[in-house]
């Protein structure tokens, strides 16, 4: 339940606001669109591909699944620990394209694993061959994943299967990649180039469909696609897919995170000339220093000369004066 606030506690949003991670990300945010899932065909069994924190996991069965298998091949110990702590939960560390046959036929199929045109191309084919009646719902459709393939382990994917990639990340400012970008930090890496065959998450869910089957987009918090052949289920849908508002908010949403990623580098890149200058300045007071000690030291030696050359001149002034002086002084 949303909580507006009141006369008597106008901070109420604002409060849930900051509460709020900065990038929203999470399939946990579409908990309403799963309700409604629910609510027109029973789901008992669900395979999880891509299993982040297990929070997600825990929605499935709060809302009736009995299993949930959870898919992700290389889990983090704070994941295991969430799973074993709900035995509907069942950890499968395989990668999904392998192990999909494995797994009893799902109900719910949540694919949100690798993003890229390969991967995704050879979950969904096997899902809509294999599990007439199930439900797939995908994360990452749109951007930045939807017409260019993420790689988090490259090296799992034949070389046919892989675009030329770069650790740089793509911006809505530009059409390039940048190191200002939405960058994976060494997590993933992204293709080069956006578009053509064979490249991004939506690009293979449309090549994976047949005409019986029907893609609904969510277009929030990069893009939510359901794939279904259940008419009704695509009517209750409706006020979430393709909406306007949603797609002109999820626009603002990424420009305002991709401004914030470029001032962010952008900040960075001025502390680092700012220690560079600072450096440099700290050198060249360095130098400074020695020249003024060198100066300090010349001027002291000039001046023992000095010294010494008067010393000289007047021991000439007190020696007897010789003929060619007296000479010299007559001149």
Not at 311 to 328: C, I, M, N, S
């Amino acid at each position: 339940m949303n909580d507006y606030g009141t006369r008597t506690d106008p901070h109420a949003q604002a409060r849930a606001a900051r509460q709020t991670p900065l990038l929203l990300h999470s399939l946990s945010c579409f908990r309403e669109v799963f309700e409604v899932v629910y609510a027109h065909r029973p789901i008992s069994t669900v395979v999880e591909v891509g299993v982040e924190s297990g929070q997600v996991s825990g929605i499935y069965t709060e809302l009736g699944a009995r299993a949930v298998y959870c898919v992700d091949p290389a889990p983090t110990e704070s994941l295991r620990a969430a799973i074993a702590g709900n035995p509907a939960l069942h950890l499968v560390e395989e990668r999904s394209p392998d192990v999909l046959p494995d797994l009893p036929v799902a109900d719910l199929y949540v694919l949100d694993g690798d993003h890229n045109y390969a991967t995704v191309r050879a979950e969904l084919a096997w899902v809509l061959a294999n599990a007439p009646d199930a439900v797939t719902v995908l994360h990452d459709v749109l951007w930045p994943c939807s017409r260019r393939d993420q790689y988090y382990l490259p090296s799992r994917l034949r070389p046919e299967d892989r675009h030329p990639s770069s650790s740089e990340g793509p911006t809505v400012w530009h059409d390039e990649l940048t190191r200002a970008g939405f960058v994976g930090l060494g997590a993933f890496t992204c293709a080069q180039e956006a578009g053509g065959e064979r490249n991004g998450v939506l690009t293979a869910v449309e090549d994976a469909l047949t005409e019986s089957w029907q893609l609904a987009i969510i277009p929030a918090i990069f893009g939510v696609g359901v794939v279904t052949r259940d008419e009704a289920l695509l009517d209750a849908l409706r006020p979430y897919r393709d909406s306007r508002l949603l797609y002109t908010l999820e626009n603002n949403r990424i420009a305002l995170y991709t401004r914030l990623l470029q001032l962010q580098f952008d900040a960075v890149a001025h502390a680092e000339n700012a220690d560079a200058m600072a450096e440099t300045i700290a050198g060249q007071r360095r130098e400074l220093d020695r020249l003024a000690t060198e100066a300090a030291d010349l001027r002291a030696e000039a001046d023992e000369l000095r010294r010494q050359n008067e010393r000289l001149r007047a021991q000439l002034d007190e020696r007897p004066a010789t003929l060619a002086d007296r000479v010299l002084r007559r001149q």
